[in-house]
């Protein structure tokens, strides 16, 4: 028999009951709680896949620093990819050897509503590829569909889950808080993210009925960024210009070059000091 592998991309903006970034900034009195909240919800996915009879389960760790989750507490079957720098991001690990994705505590694009939205820096107004506008969940599922996997879940706020069905037909959506507002939620007792986490996984897991979500080929990226300064180190890429004010664009021939792209322009564009 055919073994199978589950690859799960765990972010923290979108985790049951963290309504603020006083869960998710590693320098702030929260932080421990959500690590601990973090945790909890990946193994109650862990422990789905493998009651569905998964063989293997690789976690990555997909926040800020990426060593979030806490390797003395996550289920002792999974394996879990942690720290930076990674090659690949929030999609490390990921290839045609998964034969399905699950997205965790993932959260809407910038400039939408949801709690605590971005697109991966707050440098970022928008992501596009072929002039779509895209989130963290656009661009790590147009990856997953490179390599021929299918994102089945995503967990997060009610704005993460509309975001997600409009992109992914048949994805199965666990929506553990509603947005109040960006730093604001109706958030559920632990035993209720709980039930509806693992609902939503024996769901994904017993159909598998999400619909890939192909990339075009040779795809252009498009990022715009908040001001022209941010815009100028970007372009520091080769293959890249600054086109339409602040917006940087790179010609890929992929989209994991165009991924790998992305992480080099928003991790420049950080150099940039507003008040300069």
Same mark, same amino acid.
Request: net charge negative; hydrophobic share 40%; proline share 3%.
């Given at each position: 028999?055919?073994?199978?592998?589950?690859?799960?991309? +765990?972010?923290?903006?979108?985790?049951?009951?963290?309504?603020?970034?006083? %869960?998710?900034?590693?320098?702030?009195?929260?932080?421990?709680?959500?690590?601990?909240? !973090?945790?909890?919800?990946? =193994?109650?996915?862990?422990?789905?896949?493998?009651?569905?009879? $998964?063989?293997? +389960?690789?976690? =990555?760790?997909?926040?800020?620093? !990426?060593?979030?989750? @806490?390797?003395?507490?996550?289920?002792?079957?999974?394996?879990?990819? /942690?720290?930076?720098?990674?090659?690949?991001?929030? +999609?490390?690990? @990921?290839?045609?050897?998964?034969?399905?994705?699950?997205?965790?505590?993932?959260?809407?694009?910038?400039?939408?509503?949801?709690?605590?939205?971005?697109?991966? *820096?707050?440098?970022?107004?928008?992501?596009?590829? =072929?002039?779509?506008? #895209?989130?963290?969940?656009?661009? =790590?599922?147009y990856v997953a569909g490179y390599y021929g996997v299918p994102v089945i879940l995503?967990?997060?706020?009610?704005? #993460?889950?509309?975001?997600?069905?409009?992109?992914?037909?048949?994805?199965?959506?666990?929506?553990?808080?509603?947005?109040?507002?960006?730093?604001?939620?109706?958030? $559920?007792?632990?035993?209720?993210?709980?039930?509806?986490?693992?609902?939503?996984?024996?769901?994904? %897991?017993?159909?598998?009925?999400?619909?890939? @979500?192909?990339?075009?080929?040779?795809?252009?990226?498009? #990022?715009? %960024?908040?001001? $022209?300064?941010?815009?100028?180190?970007? /372009?520091?890429?080769?293959?890249?210009?600054?086109?339409?004010?602040?917006? +940087?664009?790179?010609?890929?021939d992929t989209i994991v070059e165009a991924y790998q792209a992305m992480i080099a322009? *928003?991790? @420049?564009?950080?150099?940039?000091?507003?008040?300069s």
């Amino acid at each position: 028999m055919q073994k199978m592998k589950l690859w799960v991309s +765990v972010d923290m903006e979108g985790i049951n009951g963290l309504p603020d970034d006083t %869960f998710v900034d590693s320098s702030k009195y929260n932080y421990t709680r959500g690590q601990r909240i !973090m945790t909890q919800e990946a =193994n109650w996915v862990v422990e789905e896949a493998f009651r569905a009879g $998964y063989d293997e +389960v690789i976690l =990555n760790d997909s926040h800020s620093k !990426m060593n979030n989750l @806490l390797v003395e507490d996550i289920h002792p079957q999974a394996k879990l990819i /942690s720290g930076d720098v990674k090659p690949m991001s929030m +999609v490390q690990g @990921l290839d045609e050897s998964a034969d399905a994705a699950v997205f965790l505590g993932y959260h809407s694009r910038a400039g939408q509503p949801g709690v605590m939205s971005h697109s991966m *820096t707050a440098g970022v107004r928008h992501f596009k590829i =072929n002039d779509q506008i #895209i989130g963290e969940f656009g661009f =790590n599922a147009y990856v997953a569909g490179y390599y021929g996997v299918p994102v089945i879940l995503v967990s997060g706020d009610d704005q #993460i889950a509309a975001e997600a069905a409009q992109l992914i037909d048949g994805i199965e959506t666990a929506i553990v808080k509603e947005a109040v507002s960006r730093s604001s939620a109706i958030v $559920y007792s632990l035993a209720e993210s709980e039930r509806i986490v693992r609902e939503a996984a024996e769901k994904a %897991f017993s159909g598998n009925k999400a619909v890939l @979500l192909t990339p075009p080929e040779k795809p252009v990226l498009k #990022i715009e %960024f908040c001001n $022209y300064g941010q815009a100028e180190w970007a /372009s520091m890429i080769p293959k890249s210009k600054i086109v339409e004010e602040t917006t +940087v664009e790179f010609q890929a021939d992929t989209i994991v070059e165009a991924y790998q792209a992305m992480i080099a322009m *928003t991790e @420049l564009a950080m150099k940039c000091a507003f008040s300069s």
